[in-house]
């Protein structure tokens, strides 16, 4: 098992930035990906980074605003957000897939943000 927990959460205006941290713990050596996933009100969750090894990936809405880190000595990853817009807002879950799995089959219980206009 592994355990995931966020934090860095909070309101935040528009054009503003945020830092999202996720500690990991449990299986560590059992996680193959991590990546962050977000559930705006009314809507289903979706992933929006991952990582995998060097490779790194952002859904489209986005790219060049967010930035997904490691700190492999700490268990943790960090979601760096800048430029943030309202639909930015959401519950942001840190995620995490095992060896086992073909998709993030782990996941925190979630922090908030709030973008306000």
């Known amino acids: 098992q592994v355990q995931l927990v966020e934090s860095g959460g909070g309101l935040v205006q528009a054009g503003g930035s945020l830092r999202l941290s996720c500690a990991a713990s449990g299986n560590i050596n059992n996680i193959a990906a991590l990546g962050w996933g977000r559930q705006a009100p009314g809507k289903q969750r979706e992933l929006v980074a991952s990582l995998f090894g060097s490779n790194i990936g952002y859904t489209h809405s986005v790219k060049g605003r967010f930035t997904i880190a490691r700190d492999n000595a700490k268990n943790t990853i960090y979601l760096q957000m800048n430029s943030l817009k309202p639909e930015d807002t959401g519950v942001y879950y840190c995620?995490?897939?095992?060896?086992?799995?073909?998709?993030?089959?782990?996941w925190g219980k979630g922090t908030l943000v709030t973008v306000s206009s």
């Open positions: 995620a995490a897939r095992g060896f086992e799995s073909t998709s993030m089959n782990y």
